[in-house]
């Protein structure tokens, strides 16, 4: 403990940090002991670092938005679902729903439970873009039927995706047992529901890039991946450089930090394909976006 004099406009610096703390605590913005590390961040923390973390933190969310807008852009005008994983549109949303019942059991903010919520919803808003959704009424209780789309089952891309889950099941459920068994002996736990809600969200925090995987391996047997939005793409590896630069900066157990490298693996991956394979500019990828959809140069009429 070091006790010595600061100037009046720290000390000013610092009563307006505290200050703006207690309105964000009183809003539900700020959790107890975020306080805390923020001002480890500020102190320990390489100044020059802190303000580049700051001024990319504002770049991320923008290219936040702007990614988010364009997904949501793609599959409200989706007609077809070739060359896509229906799977891990349906995978992405149990993911989501674990995240936000964790969320949910550990009392979180109000505003971050907002946005995962609305993740949520648009992850099943997403399945109803994916696949054909009716409600079956022959039994007392009105059950929710998913049927593929026709441009999904009618080619190769529904046999791939299969067999990529099949082999993803095996692995995800080795690691979720695994995992779940390790928590129970080790870590504490306020009932079998935190436990098991727990478990399952570790597991997607640190093994999630295996969700990806089946887009991969469809490209990987296709022996071609579609024109490569580099928009959207940009703004996808934008993201993750930024994450990097949040591990380094934020304290977080290890596992937790190598895990925000996950992004990086899968976007060098889907760049080697892009590279490796001719480009298919029919077939739409991942971002559901295809060579035809870009706008074509007008041609001059000859003789003019």
């Known amino acids: 403990l070091e006790v010595g004099p600061i100037s009046m406009t720290k000390w000013q610096l610092f009563l307006q940090i ?14 107890e002991g975020e306080a805390d590390e923020l001002k480890r961040v500020f102190l320990e923390g390489n100044p020059y670092l802190l ?69 949520v919803c648009i992850e099943f808003w997403k399945i109803g873009k994916a696949m054909h959704i009716e409600i079956d009424r022959s039994g007392k209780i009105p059950m929710l039927r998913f049927r593929d789309r026709e441009s999904y089952a009618q080619n190769k891309t529904k046999e791939y995706d299969a067999i990529a889950m099949k082999y993803l099941t095996y692995v995800l459920f080795f690691l979720v047992i695994c995992f779940s068994i390790y928590s129970l002996k080790y870590e504490k736990h306020k009932s079998w529901y935190s ?43 934008l993201n993750t450089i930024i994450d990097d630069l949040f591990a380094f900066v934020i304290k977080m157990p290890m596992l937790h930090r190598l895990s925000v490298f996950r992004d990086d693996v899968i976007f060098l991956i889907y760049l080697y394909q892009r590279w490796t394979y001719p480009v298919d ?19 001059t009429l000859e003789g003019s």
């Open 51 to 119: 303000g580049l973390t700051m001024v990319v933190s504002l770049l991320h969310s923008l290219f936040d938005f702007l990614a988010f807008k364009n997904d949501i852009q793609f599959w409200n005008k989706n007609k077809s679902m070739e060359g896509l994983s229906a799977k891990s549109v349906v995978l992405n949303f149990v993911c989501q729903l674990i995240v936000f019942l964790y969320l949910l059991d550990n009392e979180t903010s109000w505003m971050i439970l907002a946005s995962s919520g609305i993740g």
């Open 281 to 299: 500019k029919k077939r739409v990828n991942e971002f559901g976006f295809g060579g035809e959809d870009e706008p074509q140069a007008p041609q």
């Open 195 to 237: 436990w098991i809600l727990s478990s399952l969200t570790s597991c997607v925090y640190m093994f999630g890039f295996i969700m990806m995987c089946p887009q991969l391996f469809i490209n990987y047997k296709l022996k071609s991946v579609a024109h490569m939005p580099w928009r959207q793409m940009t703004y996808k590896f």
């Open 18 to 31: 505290e200050q703006s703390f207690q309105v964000h605590r009183s809003y539900g913005s700020m959790l």
